[in-house]
């Protein structure tokens, strides 16, 4: 095995491989994922864009790509890190392998790597960046190129839709907006699944826009980088929620709380991967979450916000759920539309479902 590519991280630990994907430079943050499968998802999951993931599972690719299973489009994912990548899938489905989506969407990847390695790098000394380059470029050059990179704060704007779409189910009882910040498609067909006409808008539409589709609730999706510069929505939430039922997932619960006085802030390491345990604080059940974030709401600032902490990270006590009944807001920091993941914590679109029908009869009463 001829090694023609490797990772230098801003530590300055190299990591030889060989490449698959694109045949390019790419200069990302560094994280790991540790899911068994799901690599489609993950790959082509908008959340991700301007990382790269390392998988801790050491083999990648045997099962290739099918159509049906992709969660945005076109992948924004900065790179893909692999112990073995595996270029002849088995399975009846697949219609394209992992290297030749990532080729065609000009994205990297480097197999051969130590995962568990790098895993334990970032795990002991926290998320950082790296440039996965030529293996004939040296590490001060490679260092080099590596600080020349701004870390960009546009990456809601990269992924989020330019004009309005739409996702309609038969017989619908409600109609859904959905704030599109980098938002899967398995939460689209989820509130499709839950009886829910969904209308996704670009993340920057204003209040009196939303309001015009005459929402019966409005969603806020999940997406990648910092809460904080996502000012737009915060903007949004603070004037639509009470109005209508709300409903945020991963980076809407960071924006609800933003929007509420509270505080995120930046994990070492994030959380990435199936299996994380949750417990929620109203049933006192513990959930087993898929989960996809750097950031969380810190618990403290959420006293005299009017949020109420609803679920908690078994982990490390972080936040994962928070809510205001009387206006109709709640949220979650995991992802209960479950690709990858478990399925136990769908019963939160029910719960987003139950206040829209409160709503809709409070609006016909007012009405009548």
């Known amino acids: ?184 498609h398995n939460i689209v067909r989820s509130l499709n699944a839950w009886g829910c006409n969904v209308i996704i808008v670009p993340y920057n539409t204003p209040f009196e826009k939303v309001m015009a589709l005459r929402p019966d609730g409005v969603f806020l999706s999940n997406g990648p980088g910092d809460p904080e510069d996502v000012l737009p929505v915060i903007e949004l939430v603070r004037k639509i929620q009470g109005k209508v039922p709300v409903f945020g997932i991963c980076l809407g619960h960071q924006m609800i709380a933003l929007a509420n006085g509270a505080r995120t802030y930046k994990l070492k390491f994030g959380h990435r991967g199936g299996n994380h345990p949750v417990k929620n604080l109203l049933t006192d059940k513990i959930e087993i979450t898929s989960q996809n974030h750097s950031y969380a709401v810190d618990i403290d600032s959420l006293k005299g916000t009017g949020l109420e902490l609803t679920h908690i990270n078994l982990l490390d006590n972080t936040a994962e759920g928070m809510r205001n009944e009387e206006q109709m807001i709640f949220s979650v920091q995991y992802h209960p539309e479950s690709a990858p993941g478990p399925q136990d914590s769908g019963y939160l679109f029910g719960i987003f479902v139950d206040n829209m029908k409160k709503y809709k009869a409070k609006r016909g009463a007012e009405n009548a």
């Open 1 to 184: 095995m001829k090694y023609n590519k490797k990772l230098v991280f801003e530590n300055g630990r190299e990591f030889y491989g060989c490449g698959f994907g694109a045949d390019t430079e790419a200069v990302h943050e560094v994280v790991f994922n540790t899911s068994m499968v799901g690599y489609q998802e993950i790959m082509s999951d908008p959340s991700y864009c301007g990382q790269m993931v390392c998988m801790t599972y050491p083999l990648i690719g045997n099962y290739g790509l099918a159509d049906e299973d992709y969660e945005t489009k076109t992948p924004k994912i900065g790179g893909f890190i692999v112990r073995e990548y595996n270029d002849s899938p088995s399975n009846f489905r697949y219609t394209k392998t992992l290297s030749q989506e990532l080729e065609e969407n000009g994205i990297p990847g480097i197999w051969g790597v130590d995962t568990r390695l790098i895993t334990r790098m970032i795990r002991n000394e926290g998320s950082m960046r790296a440039i996965l380059t030529d293996a004939s470029v040296c590490k001060g050059e490679a260092q080099e190129r590596i600080s020349r990179v701004s870390i960009p704060h546009d990456h809601v704007s990269q992924v989020s839709c330019k004009k309005v779409w739409y996702s309609r189910t038969p017989n619908f009882k409600y109609n859904v907006v959905a704030v599109d910040c980098g938002i899967k």
